[in-house]
């Protein structure tokens, strides 16, 4: 019966830690998608040290978003003038 219940909890930890990893990579990747950028550049957060690089870069950086929303302003601002 021991034998079982060892066999059975490590299951169940396997499933709960794949389960929580699936879920975290599509949020990042929904979120970095929404920046404009590759989604798939969420996968650099699970690579140590070069998460933090990674998050600094989208902390930091211009979005694409933020780039084409200035482009639509300086076209808008030079047909009104």
Same mark, same amino acid.
Do not use: D, R
């Given at each position: 019966?021991?034998?079982?219940?060892?066999?059975?909890?490590?299951s169940?930890?396997?499933?709960?830690?794949? /389960? %929580?990893?699936?879920?975290?990579? @599509?949020?990042?990747?929904?979120? $970095?998608? *929404?920046?404009?950028?590759?989604?798939?550049?969420?996968?650099?957060?699970?690579?140590?040290?070069?998460? /933090? %690089?990674?998050?600094?870069?989208? @902390?930091?950086?211009?979005?694409? $978003?933020? *780039?084409?929303?200035?482009?639509?302003?300086?076209?808008?601002?030079?047909?009104g003038?």
């Open positions: 019966m021991n034998i079982i219940n060892e066999i059975f909890t490590g169940l930890l396997f499933i709960m830690i794949a /389960l %929580i990893i699936i879920v975290n990579v @599509a949020i990042i990747y929904k979120l $970095v998608s *929404k920046t404009g950028n590759n989604g798939w550049l969420c996968l650099l957060s699970f690579i140590p040290f070069v998460n /933090l %690089i990674f998050y600094l870069y989208m @902390a930091f950086s211009e979005w694409p $978003v933020e *780039k084409e929303i200035k482009e639509l302003k300086q076209k808008l601002n030079n047909k003038a």
